[in-house]
């Protein structure tokens, strides 16, 4: 017989080195994926690091290519059994997490995290790693939502349809999380261990959605595009709108584009479709950070993306290359 019939791989037996190597490699990919990898026997889960053991803040174990699917309470099969999308590869899987059970959703952060909410018990808040399962406590939202009479915050959040706090993250020093309520024009910045929120107000007519990029949160005004800075804690303009916007028929969305910023002008079109009915139109623009100002993008080229737009979050996805026609037009009206 050859060799290969009759001798067994013996993959248990890799080694520490060369096993600890590639299960570092894949989880620089995606935990998911590590998580497996884990799982497969003992000897390869003891020769890489428990995500449990560490701090929930700990990038490395962030789900950050999942996201949560936003489903009605009636079409769950099971309370605590949620979708999970990666937005690179289009796989949907099941995770059972009884950590949600009689909780509420306040948002889904750019890291993959939920930001979930003990509500109508409490005001306490937690983060959660919907695939490692590891939580990390917060302050509870009392001074958010008592904030100059925003009290009812919460009773009339929409939690089935929508992420109330859409935008929210974890700054660059990898141990601040930021709440962002559009809504309210209010942002709350805190650590684990603090015993209360700091609170931002700020001045929005706009409806608008924030974004986190590289660490950063951003939001759109009337001003511009103002950015967070945490020493002290205040929002800074980052780049002047270079158009007009209307805040009663326009909107305005940030989003996080492989790493640079993109702000859509979603806006009224002087031309009409043939029921005389106004068509709206799509201006994309990015970021130029350095240089303070936000530039007129007419194309994607072929590097192939997909723009999702909605009131209360927008995101912007790369597509396979097997899924391109053509170069993405931006300007086109709809």
């Known amino acids: 017989m050859p060799p290969s019939e009759n001798k067994r791989r013996d993959w248990a037996g890799l080694g520490d080195g060369l096993a600890g190597t590639i299960a570092d490699r894949v989880l620089a990919h995606d935990v998911a994926d590590y998580l497996r990898f884990r799982a497969v026997c003992g000897p390869w889960r003891r020769c890489c690091a428990d995500p449990r053991a560490h701090g929930g803040l700990d990038r490395r174990f962030h789900p950050r290519r999942w996201l949560m699917l936003r489903e009605p309470r009636e079409r769950i099969d099971a309370p605590n059994r949620r979708r999970f999308l990666n937005s690179s590869t289009g796989e949907c899987i099941q995770v059972h997490l009884p950590e949600l059970h009689n909780q509420e959703v306040l948002a889904l952060t750019s890291e993959g995290l939920l930001v979930v909410l003990d509500w109508p018990r409490s005001t306490e808040v937690r983060l959660l790693n919907p695939l490692t399962r590891h939580l990390t406590q917060l302050?509870?939202?009392?001074?958010?939502?008592s904030h100059q009479g925003n009290?009812?915050?919460?009773?009339?959040?929409?939690?089935?349809?929508?992420?109330p706090a859409w935008g929210s993250g974890v700054l660059s020093d990898d141990s601040t999380v930021v709440l962002s309520f559009n809504r309210l024009n209010i942002l709350g910045m805190a650590k684990p261990g603090d015993g209360h929120w700091t609170v931002l107000k700020f001045r929005n007519p706009l409806r608008t959605a924030s974004s986190m990029v590289a660490g950063r949160f951003y939001c759109a005004t009337i001003d511009g595009v103002m950015v967070l800075e945490d020493q002290p804690p205040r929002l800074e303009l980052a780049a002047r709108l270079p158009m007009p916007v209307s805040p009663m028929a326009d909107t305005v969305h940030l989003m996080n584009?492989?790493?640079?910023l993109l702000l859509v002008h979603r806006r009224f079109s002087r031309h009409h479709d043939n029921n005389n009915m106004a068509n709206r139109r799509y201006d994309v623009y990015r970021l130029d950070l350095g240089a303070g100002t936000l530039c007129r993008v007419d194309s994607f080229g072929g590097g192939g993306h997909a723009l999702f737009i909605g009131m209360y979050c927008s995101l912007s996805r790369c597509l396979p290359r097997s899924s391109l026609l053509a170069p993405l037009e931006v300007t086109a009206s709809t």
């Open 151 to 163: 009290d009812g915050l919460l009773f009339t959040a929409a939690f089935d349809t929508h992420f």
């Open 257 to 260: 584009s492989a790493g640079e």
């Open 139 to 145: 302050p509870p939202l009392t001074a958010l939502v």
